[in-house]
């Protein structure tokens, strides 16, 4: 019985990627965040899996987790609030974050089929020095409360931890997430036909910084 659970925020301008601000407005940001965060949502719909979690922080759930179970983020640092929805899962616990709306169900597939006696955990890094996907197959939160997050050895860390318990860990592919405004060019060009890229385009004809994109018609 394999769970995946999406962790997100509720895009609302000034809460989410605020980092993009300026050349975007807030309320661009948001637009940018929101879309992101449907074209993950649309990936692990597609995905077959027992039960599917929308991890979230607001009040308003975007229309593209319906069918999700939203589970509430408790309070606390983000290494706590990843404790608790490990915590919450019984059997092959598989998380991604939001920020990564270029992921597809191939990037995804080895977690999603290969749970071997032998892997205990599936990782996936950032190419920012993060992870963008953890997986276990017993989800314990003990091995992710106290590493420090958004750091640049974070990823190195919450692999060690895994690592330093004893589990078999296998490697997902390293992705960029979305954190700059060059982070959402090369998302973009790698997915042009998603609604990140739609809409990453608009906003940058909007605010004026369409020569800063990549010309993905190359």
């Given amino acids: 019985m394999l769970t995946i659970a999406v962790i997100a925020k509720e895009c609302i301008p000034g809460r989410v990627k605020t980092r993009l601000h300026p050349p975007f407005s807030l309320e661009e940001a948001a637009e940018i965040a929101s879309a992101s965060l449907g074209d993950t949502l649309d990936v692990v719909s597609a995905i077959p899996a027992d ?37 919450s899962v019984d059997g092959p616990l598989l998380m991604i974050g939001m920020d990564t709306p270029q992921v597809t169900r191939e990037l995804l597939e080895p977690a ?37 997050m958004s750091e640049a050895e974070t990823g190195r860390d919450q692999l ?54 990549l010309d993905r018609r190359a």
């Fill in 51 to 87: 039960r599917r979690i929308l991890f979230f922080d607001g009040q308003n759930p975007p229309a593209e987790a319906d069918g999700f179970e939203v589970l509430q983020q408790n309070e606390g640092t983000l290494d706590e609030r990843l404790g608790y929805l490990f915590d």
């Fill in 160 to 213: 060690e931890r895994l690592l330093e318990a004893e589990l078999r860990v296998k490697l997902l592919a390293e992705i960029n997430d979305v954190d700059s405004i060059d982070d959402a060019r090369e998302v973009a060009a790698i997915a042009p036909d998603g609604r990140f890229a739609e809409v990453f385009d608009r906003v940058s004809v909007r605010a004026g910084v369409r020569d800063l994109q």
């Fill in 112 to 148: 999603l089929t290969r749970w071997h006696d032998d892997i205990d955990a599936w990782f996936g890094f950032a190419s920012d020095g993060g992870f963008w996907a953890l997986g276990m197959r017993e989800p314990d939160g003990s091995l992710i409360r106290g590493v420090a």
